[in-house]
């Protein structure tokens, strides 16, 4: 008799756990899904995209249509960097014109517009873009003339771009108002800092591993030199949230 009773107890224990097993992996997924859609870059870089985001233990899957190149990848990245993904399958496609050639004139202004946005110390809202035989011309108002001259310095070492003219007027900053987003996520600042090196000529070559903790970056890898290893901390400094850097990169 309790042979039996131990045998059903076995059995149901183990159903127990079968059941639990899908509800707990359905939970994640939920979350997932969840935490992607009220990222930072999701609902602010992303919100006029069309993204259907689909999660099954850990596998997830991007549909629908973006309006950049850049935010196939930027989708992808702040997906990948959520707790409890596995893998990432990027189906997003570019919906309207076709994609700019490399190095077009319009390749280099979508480019140096998407690496403006990802710094925190430039306005890239108040920032004309414009290209022409590779050379970027800037417009716009500046805070300061210390702010004109990092727009200059950041849209120069955009790959591709031959130089750069700053037309841009220094006038007075406006007015902060307070973000009605709130504290940004940790995935959404290592998607950010990601891109930024990749945009930066300076930085796009470096083997480097971002990952974010509670908004303190942590940067590891490999750089040819001790300038490149400072640009990237630099770069990366600058990026929306980010409270500090440690760079753990060895110089080859």
């Given at each position: 008799m309790q042979a039996k009773w131990s045998i059903a107890l076995i059995v149901a224990a183990v159903a127990l756990f079968a059941l639990s097993v899908p509800a707990h992996a359905s939970k994640m997924d939920d979350q997932i899904v969840s935490s992607a859609k009220n990222s930072y870059v999701f609902k602010n870089h992303l919100k006029g995209d069309d993204i259907k985001i689909q999660s099954k233990d850990g596998a997830v899957t991007l549909t629908g249509t973006v309006s950049e190149e850049s935010h196939k990848t930027l989708a992808r990245e702040t997906v990948a960097g959520l707790s409890g993904v596995k893998t990432v399958d990027n189906r997003l496609e570019v919906k309207g014109a076709p994609l700019a050639a490399t190095n077009s004139d319009a390749w280099l202004v979508t480019k140096v517009k998407t690496a403006l946005l990802f710094h925190s110390s430039v306005s890239a809202g108040a920032t004309e873009v414009n290209a022409k035989d590779g050379v970027v011309t800037l417009r716009g108002d500046a805070g300061s003339q210390a702010q004109k001259d990092l727009t200059t310095e950041y849209a120069k070492?955009?790959?591709?771009?031959?130089?750069?003219?700053?037309?841009?007027?220094?006038?007075?900053?406006?007015?902060?108002?307070?973000?009605?987003?709130?504290?940004?996520?940790?995935?959404?600042?290592?998607?950010?800092?990601?891109?930024?090196?990749?945009?930066?000529?300076?930085?796009?070559?470096?083997?480097?591993?971002?990952?974010?903790?509670?908004?303190?970056?942590?940067?590891?890898?490999?750089?040819?030199?001790?300038?490149?290893?400072?640009?990237?901390?630099?770069?990366?400094?600058?990026?929306?949230?980010?409270?500090?850097?440690?760079?753990?990169?060895?110089?080859?």
């Amino acid at each position: 008799m309790q042979a039996k009773w131990s045998i059903a107890l076995i059995v149901a224990a183990v159903a127990l756990f079968a059941l639990s097993v899908p509800a707990h992996a359905s939970k994640m997924d939920d979350q997932i899904v969840s935490s992607a859609k009220n990222s930072y870059v999701f609902k602010n870089h992303l919100k006029g995209d069309d993204i259907k985001i689909q999660s099954k233990d850990g596998a997830v899957t991007l549909t629908g249509t973006v309006s950049e190149e850049s935010h196939k990848t930027l989708a992808r990245e702040t997906v990948a960097g959520l707790s409890g993904v596995k893998t990432v399958d990027n189906r997003l496609e570019v919906k309207g014109a076709p994609l700019a050639a490399t190095n077009s004139d319009a390749w280099l202004v979508t480019k140096v517009k998407t690496a403006l946005l990802f710094h925190s110390s430039v306005s890239a809202g108040a920032t004309e873009v414009n290209a022409k035989d590779g050379v970027v011309t800037l417009r716009g108002d500046a805070g300061s003339q210390a702010q004109k001259d990092l727009t200059t310095e950041y849209a120069k070492d955009i790959d591709g771009v031959k130089d750069v003219k700053n037309e841009m007027v220094v006038s007075k900053p406006a007015k902060k108002t307070q973000s009605t987003v709130g504290k940004i996520d940790d995935a959404s600042i290592t998607a950010l800092a990601k891109m930024t090196l990749l945009y930066h000529g300076s930085t796009s070559a470096l083997n480097t591993s971002v990952t974010t903790k509670n908004g303190v970056v942590t940067l590891s890898g490999k750089a040819k030199t001790a300038a490149e290893k400072d640009l990237a901390t630099k770069y990366v400094k600058d990026v929306n949230g980010v409270k500090s850097v440690k760079n753990q990169m060895t110089i080859e």
